[in-house]
Nanobody, 124 residues
Framework: VQLQASGGGLVQAGGSLRLSCAAS???????????MGWFRQAPGKERDFVAA????????YYANSAKGRFTISRDNAKNTVYLQMNSLKPEDTSVYYC???????????????WGQGTLVTVSS
């Protein structure tokens, strides 16, 4: 499975960005059993869970820091997962990674496949 994250950039505090993660490389009927997650990692810090979604039924799971500001969604026809980020804060500045897991999980160890990351910078 290959995951390609995109959509990062520089945005002012209070602004919005939408990240995309395109999945490829496996028959989707098999990949449909996976769950997709977004993580982020700021310089010098651990990689933290942001949100996850099930391909099959759209079930979602959010970190407390993401609830109310971030929305995860998926487009099965495009094999793409999105992370809509609103009301961005400088502390949201991180490299954002998408990943795939067999579980609707929040721990990095439960994810089998990772994308390359996309940088989000929020200026104050």
């Amino acid at each position: 499975v290959q995951l390609q994250a995109s959509g990062g950039g520089l945005v002012q505090a209070g602004g919005s960005l939408r990240l995309s993660c395109a999945a490829s490389g496996r028959t989707f009927s098999t990949f449909r059993s996976y769950r997709m997650g977004w993580f982020r990692q700021a310089p010098g810090k651990e990689r933290d869970f942001v949100a996850a979604i099930s391909w099959s039924d759209g079930s979602t799971y959010y970190a407390n820091s993401a609830k109310g500001r971030f929305t995860i969604s998926r487009d099965n026809a495009k094999n793409t997962v999105y992370l809509q980020m609103n009301s961005l804060k400088p502390e949201d500045t991180s490299v954002y990674y998408c990943a795939a897991s067999r579980f609707l999980a929040s721990m990095t160890s439960e994810y089998d496949y990772w994308g390359q990351g996309t940088l989000v910078t929020v200026s104050s």
